[in-house]
């Protein structure tokens, strides 16, 4: 069997995920200051996480 092995079950990229259209302007999720633009931030529930560098900041906690 020659040539290259396939890959079951691979995740796609989400990174159209990040993007939205309002009418005729394009808006992007935050980018990674350090990475710079094309490199998005994870929104966690209580950060901002880049899983290249590492980069975090904290989200700032509503007080109820």
Same mark, same amino acid.
């Given at each position: 069997?020659? +040539?290259? &092995?396939?890959?079951?079950? =691979?995740?796609?990229s $989400?990174?159209?995920?990040k993007y939205k259209?309002? +009418?005729? &302007?394009?808006?992007?999720? =935050?980018?990674c200051? $350090?990475?710079?633009?094309?490199?998005?931030?994870?929104?966690?529930k209580?950060?901002l996480?880049?899983?290249?560098?590492g980069y975090?900041?904290?989200?700032?906690?509503?007080?109820?």
């Open positions: 069997m020659a +040539g290259k &092995k396939q890959v079951k079950n =691979k995740v796609p $989400k990174r159209w995920t259209v309002e +009418g005729d &302007k394009l808006t992007r999720g =935050k980018s200051p $350090k990475c710079g633009d094309g490199i998005f931030l994870g929104d966690h209580d950060r996480y880049c899983g290249k560098c975090v900041e904290m989200k700032a906690k509503k007080e109820e």
